[in-house]
């Protein structure tokens, strides 16, 4: 399993911008689907966004497209999550997720993915 560390999370006006980074030790990590899951309080986890490990694919959830970019400009650097035009109901704990095996089908589904990180709150105030 790799060690994900997520970052970049904080307390915002609605509106705002945010840039999130999924970071990762082990080599294994150029090779890696990355996913982006939130969870709010009282609510099940979600899909966000994914990016296949050559780029090739990425995913959106329809709350989040047109606002949100997923990127990682090589396999070993970090993947990014560019978070536009805030929403209040973007309040949520993110979490990066990555794996070996995942297909662009498979991206959307947490059960993908064998290795996650802590996660990083992300408050959206008015």
């Known amino acids: 399993q790799l060690r994900l560390v997520e970052s970049g999370g904080g307390s915002v006006q609605a509106g705002d911008s945010l840039r999130l980074s999924c970071a990762a030790s082990?080599?294994?990590?150029?090779?890696?689907?990355v996913g982006w899951f939130r969870q709010a309080p009282g609510k099940e986890r979600e899909f966000v966004s994914a990016?296949?490990?050559?780029?090739?694919?990425?995913r959106y959830a329809d709350s989040v497209k047109g606002r949100f970019t997923i990127s990682r400009d090589s396999a070993e650097k970090p993947v990014y999550l560019q978070m536009n035009n805030l929403l209040l109901e973007d309040t949520a704990i993110y979490y990066c997720?990555?794996?070996?095996?995942?297909?662009?089908?498979?991206?959307?589904?947490?059960?993908?993915?064998?290795?996650w990180g802590q996660g990083t709150q992300v408050t959206v105030s008015s």
């Open positions: 990016i296949m490990w050559s780029s090739s694919n990425t």
């Open positions: 082990g080599r294994t990590f150029s090779r890696s689907a």
């Open positions: 997720a990555a794996d070996l095996s995942a297909t662009p089908i498979s991206l959307p589904n947490w059960k993908t993915y064998t290795s």
